[in-house]
């Protein structure tokens, strides 16, 4: 890997400082790096790319920052396969695997190809019209796509279907459609189930349903769900919590098993260990 990328979480100015500190070094071993925000301008030794051509100029993509800066990262390059290489430098760190004091050496050992690549599952998300089922909207999701009530405190009606076939239609303040790395995320705060990342499979969980019956549920992830908006009032899908966009009655959601996976260099620390210790999972309280 001769080219490496650089997103920077905003306004954090220890991952600028972590950047020049990288940056140094891959120039040492005759890389080159390139950076396409406002946050990383100026950096010595960087080229300034567009988001647009990123994917196509790196062989790696370095992020620097939390699991949203992560996620924003994944939807500029994961399409055309270009690994990420997370650092946390925020809060939770799920999926940006590496600590601020590991940076060096574990970048070291991505351009030795001494570090495993992850293949993680996303989701294909398209948006369709109430009326002709034109294609309104395309997206891809590392974690999640989620309808929910766009402002008000009102309960939505959410036809789901799998494969043509009616599942049910769910009265809730909205609905989850998760991939397993989605599963300890927004799916986990609202009681579903979590998922070992090396699994294929979408989760429906419903958000605060009204009938307690409707319980998250677990599918292949090449089957096909399609969740139509019978409500009377508009609803709000997010992708990964990066973007959103208004649901009219009668528009439906499709989700699908995405073609390209994630594909993210791992750490030394298992998937257990991370839920051990970012969520004291197991941890019996005195």
Request: neutral net charge; proline residues 5%.
């Amino acid at each position: 890997m001769g080219r490496f990328g650089f997103l920077l979480k905003r306004g954090k100015p220890e991952a600028r400082d972590l950047a020049a500190e990288l940056i140094a070094l891959l120039r040492a071993r005759g890389s080159t790096a390139f950076v396409c925000d406002e946050e990383a301008s100026g950096l010595a030794g960087a080229t300034m790319v567009s988001e647009a051509t990123l994917a196509a100029s790196v062989d790696a993509l370095v992020v620097l920052g939390g699991d949203g800066t992560f996620l924003y990262g994944a939807g500029l390059v994961a399409d055309r396969g270009v690994p990420l290489f997370g650092v946390n430098l925020g809060n939770l760190g799920f999926i940006t695997h590496f600590q601020r004091a590991e940076a060096v050496a574990s970048l070291q050992a991505a351009c030795d190809g001494r570090l495993p690549i992850d293949e993680r599952m996303r989701l294909h998300v398209t948006v369709t019209a109430a009326t002709d089922g034109r294609i309104l909207e395309t997206r891809s999701a590392v974690n999640d796509a989620v309808i929910s009530q766009p402002a008000m405190a009102r309960l939505l009606d959410l036809e789901a279907r799998l494969d043509g076939e009616v599942i049910t239609t769910y009265k809730a303040d909205g609905l989850i459609l998760a991939t397993p790395t989605g599963s300890t995320a927004y799916n986990l705060a609202a009681g579903g189930p979590i998922l070992t990342p090396d699994l294929e499979a979408i989760v429906l969980t419903p958000i605060c349903p009204h009938t307690l019956t409707n319980r998250p549920l677990v599918v292949r992830a090449d089957r096909r769900v399609v969740v139509r908006n019978v409500s009377d009032s508009r609803a709000q899908l997010t992708v990964d919590g990066q973007w959103g966009r208004p649901i009219g009655p009668g528009e439906s959601i499709e989700v699908r098993k995405e073609a390209a996976p994630l594909r993210l260099f791992r750490g030394s620390g298992s998937f257990f260990s991370i839920l051990r210790e970012k969520l004291s999972w197991g941890e019996r309280r005195a």
